[in-house]
């Protein structure tokens, strides 16, 4: 409720506009002289009485309401605000607007793509994809909330040596069903060995560069083991980002750029940005403050930079971006920071709304978790892990529960998650399945059981029926519940803002903190009938609010646990 507006609304005096009343209101240091305060002075010329007469009549006129007590002292308005009134109003808005509470319409008109994720084919996807996919999701969520128009891209890792290699590996030693049954982790196996054979046997590399030039040249046999390798890659992904519930737009990868390199190349060129280095070309910076941009090598092969460019050319063209997102580990800060001056020195003054949303590092507390092949952990086996023991825990909590297996899936899944958001993203996490499972603490079981608590707790007592006391929840903690509510779309806002999911996480924290406590101070199941309702308002309420926030992070809210 924005009270100044109220008051400036209210208000009417000639040759005194509604902004100039509206920019006088004060928020008095003093609280117990009330929550706002009008300085009457300025209106005495033009209505010709003294600052304190205006004062008195204009405690007079109705405010629709919003204030307990409106009262003139020394020529000041003084206003205080009706907590009840207050609280009536930010339930009903919750409760009217539902799951739509928090939203807004101020991105409308304008796009943000956001580049994450973006797995590498056939490579395993680790928990270090886990931290990205997570932040990059949670942006794309709360983007679209707030209206934006977002496209979440998905620039696979397709395109390099490494996939001659692999075909090489695939014709020596490859078994055809067990990677359609093993998938990625069979692909794996049969790379780490080309690495081992590789270096008794360096020939194999020539090999491998010729299978990459057949790629590169169209061959068939070539390409199709390439599109199989991506098939099965896919395929795996895709499982997982179902369970976390992950979506893109475009998976154009690194492949997609091969044929939209060269007039990047020649622009370069053109703009006499490119400089022989060894017998590459590169792009060098002023002062040679850092390294220099490598667009294409002796051999006249192209890079993981050269393909960026392209990229970024071909989505300013296709998506007319307002703003485009590079989730990415802080360890590619340089090539970023490379690439985007890159795209300033041709001149496109769109350079300044490139942004490396640059993320920590994941590593594991207790490698008894992980499956080591290669040294990786497979982000699948940490999943089941943690759903495993979800569901161990629900199973000696609620033993009667139907929907177990459904259950231990979203309270495993969504503390991996929750666990992947809680901290600012540029900080490293050392992930432990027991900690982030815990039922006490600032966890992601901890909020789904608080969602689930008002759930029952509004099972249990039934429709809301009758008269609503707004003086059960007059007290300091009912009244913390619902300033933490009214913050929630500035929390949305700040996170957009500043590319930080956390904020919602550390919001949705801070909700069933204050929730739990009202919870437990004040007595609602068994309440007399109008003080029991608007504690049953303010349950709801919070359940809306949880939920929806939840949603944007990608955790699920079960309704029982
Ligand atoms: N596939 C890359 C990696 O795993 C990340 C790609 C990020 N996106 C980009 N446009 N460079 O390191």
Known sequence: MDYKKIISETIKIDGVSEE????????????????FALPCFKFAKALRKSPNMIAEDLAKLDYNGAFEKVEAVNGYLNFKVNKKAQAKQILDDVLTSGEKYGSSQIGMGKTICIDFSSVNIAKPFHMGHMLNTSIGSALYKIYKELGYNVVGINHLGDWGTQFGKLIVAYKKWGDKEDIERRGVR????????????AEEHPELDDEARLWFKNIE????EALDLFYWFKDITLKEVSKIYERLDVHFDSYAGESFYNDKMEPVVEELQQKNLLSESEGAQVVKFEDDKMPPCIIKKKDGATLYATRDLAAAFYRKKTYDFDKCLYVVAYQQNLHFKQWFKVVEMMGYDWAKDLYHVAHGMVSLENGAL???EGNVVFLEDVLNTCVAKAKKVIEEKNPNLENKDEVAEQVGVGAVIFAMLYNSRIKDITFSEDKVLSFEGETGPYVQYTYARCNSLLEKCGAIEGDVDYSGIDNESAAEVIRTISKYQDV?????????PYLVTRFVVELAQAFNKFYFECNIANAEQGIKNARLLLTKAVKQ???????LLGIQTPKKM
């Open 20 to 35: 100039e009343i509206y920019s006088l209101i004060a928020l008095p240091k003093d609280l117990s002289l009330g929550d």
């Open 186 to 197: 069979g692909l794996l196996d049969i790379y780490v060995k080309f690495h081992k054979e």
């Open 217 to 220: 040249d169209g061959n068939k």
């Open 370 to 372: 992980s499956t080591r």
């Open 492 to 500: 949305l806002i700040d996170a957009s803002e500043r590319f930080e």
């Open 545 to 551: 609010v949880l939920q929806n926030a939840l949603k």
